[in-house]
C-alpha cells in the first residue's frame, strides 16, 4: 500500500513565516518528492470553530487567506486535495464513534489541550472572574477525537506537522489501536512526521518571544508587500548589548540571526553579501565585534524578499480568480468525502452498524422468528 499523507491548518487567520517553515516549505517538497500516493491538505474550519463559536465570521473570512496561502507557496491542486473540513460529513459521524473509545481522564491529560485551555481562559477555576465563568466547550475539550478522525478517514500513513501536535498523533494511535483490537483490522495507524531543521521547528516572532503569533503582532505575513517587511525585518530584536559596530555581539537568542539559520542557503553570499562565503564566518565576525546590525537585516531582508517575492507573485494571480480558488476547493471536498466515504463503511461494517448489508442478521432473525 503506497503512503498517504493527511495534514491541515485552522483558518483563524493568514499564514505566517512560522507556518512556511515549519510546515508549508516541507509539504510542498513532500508534493513534489513523488513519494506518496496521495496528499489531503485540510482547512480545519469545524476544529477552528470549536473555540470560536462566537466568531464564525473569522473563520468565514480565513478560508480563503489560507487556500491562496496555500496555492501561493507552490501547492498543486493537481498534485494534492484541498478541502474544508466541515464539507466532509463522514468526519462527524467517525468522531461520534471514536467518542466510545476515549476516556474523559485521557482527554483531559492531553497536553495540547490542557495548555489551550490556559491560553483561551476556558480554565473552570474556583475565583468569579468572568474568564473563570466561561468553561470548556465540549467541542473544543474532544477536539483531539474529531482529529483522529481527520487523520484515520483519509488512512493517512504519514502526517506532517510541528511538535505541538505530538500529543494528538498519539491520541489518534491510541484510538486506531482500540478500535482495530475492538472491532478487528480496520485503521491505519499513522505516524508523524516532523520538520528536519530543528530551527525551523518553532520560528521566533519579530520581538524575540518564542513564538511567532497573531496576538502578539509579531508575525511576517506570506502576504506582506516589500516595504512591510522591509520594516518589520528593521524593526527585529537583535542583541541589546551591541550598541556600537566594535563591539562583540550576541548570536544566541538574536531573532537575525535565528532567521537566518532558518532561511539563508550558501547561494545567497554570493548574491548579496560576497564579504562572507557562509553563515559561520559571518556569525563569527559578529561575535568578534565589527559587523553591524544594519548589515545583517539588509542581508536578511534580501533573503525574505527572495524567498517572498514569488510566493507573493503567484498570490496575486489567484487572487485575481477567487472564483477559481473556491472551485478548487469544492472539487477537492468532493474527491475527499468519497475517501472519508470508503472508510466510514469500512468502519460501519467493522462495528456490524451495517444492518441493511448485512445478510446474515437478516438471515439469523428470520431463523429467530420462523414458526
Ligand atoms: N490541529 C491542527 C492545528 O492546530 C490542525 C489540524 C486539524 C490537523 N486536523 C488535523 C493537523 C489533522 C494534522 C492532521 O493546526
Do not use: W
Not at 506582506?224 to 541589546?240: A, L
Amino acid at each position: 500500500m503506497g503512503k498517504i499523507i493527511l495534514t491541515g491548518d485552522r483558518p483563524t487567520g493568514r499564514l505566517h513565516l512560522g507556518h512556511y517553515v515549519g510546515s508549508l516549505k516541507r509539504r510542498v517538497e513532500l508534493q513534489n518528492s513523488g513519494e506518496f500516493e496521495k496528499i489531503f491538505i485540510m482547512i480545519a474550519d469545524a476544529q477552528a470553530l470549536t473555540d470560536n463559536a462566537d466568531n464564525p465570521e473569522k473563520i468565514r473570512q480565513n478560508i480563503i487567506e489560507v487556500a491562496l496561502d496555500y496555492l501561493s507557496c507552490g501547492l498543486d491542486p493537481e498534485k494534492v486535495t484541498i478541502f474544508i473540513q466541515s464539507q466532509v460529513p463522514e468526519l462527524c459521524e467517525l468522531a461520534f464513534y471514536y467518542m466510545n473509545l476515549v476516556t474523559v481522564q485521557r482527554l483531559q491529560r492531553n497536553p495540547t489541550v490542557k495548555s489551550e485551555i490556559q491560553m483561551r481562559g476556558f480554565s473552570e477555576g474556583d475565583d468569579d472572574s468572568q474568564q473563570a465563568r466561561k468553561g470548556i466547550p465540549v467541542g473544543f475539550f474532544t477536539y483531539p477525537i474529531s482529529q483522529a478522525s481527520d487523520i484515520t478517514a483519509f488512512r493517512a500513513t504519514t502526517v506532517p506537522v510541528g511538535d505541538d501536535q505530538a500529543p494528538m498523533i498519539e491520541q489518534t494511535r491510541e484510538i486506531v489501536h482500540k478500535f482495530n483490537a475492538v472491532y478487528g483490522e480496520t485503521l491505519v495507524t499513522p505516524q508523524m512526521l516532523l520538520p528536519e531543521n530543528q530551527a525551523c521547528c518553532r520560528l521566533p516572532g519579530t520581538d524575540g518571544k518564542a513564538k511567532m503569533s497573531k496576538s502578539l503582532g509579531n508575525c511576517i505575513y506570506l502576504s506582506d508587500t516589500s516595504k512591510e517587511i522591509k520594516k518589520k525585518v528593521n524593526s527585529m530584536f537583535t542583541d541589546p548589548g551591541h550598541l556600537q559596530i566594535t563591539d562583540p555581539g550576541k548570536v544566541e537568542g538574536n531573532v537575525v540571526f535565528t532567521y537566518l539559520d532558518a532561511f539563508c542557503e550558501p547561494s545567497h553570499f554570493a548574491k548579496f553579501l560576497p564579504d562572507y562565503a557562509n553563515l559561520e564566518e559571518m556569525k563569527e565576525h559578529y561575535r568578534r565585534g565589527g559587523l553591524g546590525d544594519g548589515t545583517c537585516k539588509k542581508f536578511l531582508y534580501n533573503i525574505m524578499e527572495d524567498t517572498l517575492q514569488p510566493i507573493r507573485e503567484r498570490r496575486s494571480k489567484y487572487e485575481q480568480n477567487i472564483p477559481l480558488v473556491y472551485e478548487i476547493l469544492r472539487k477537492g471536498s468532493e474527491v475527499a468525502r468519497v475517501e472519508a466515504a470508503k472508510t466510514l463503511a469500512d468502519v460501519r461494517k467493522a462495528m456490524k452498524i451495517d444492518y441493511f448489508d448485512d445478510a446474515e442478521l437478516i438471515a439469523e432473525h428470520t431463523l429467530k422468528y420462523k414458526k
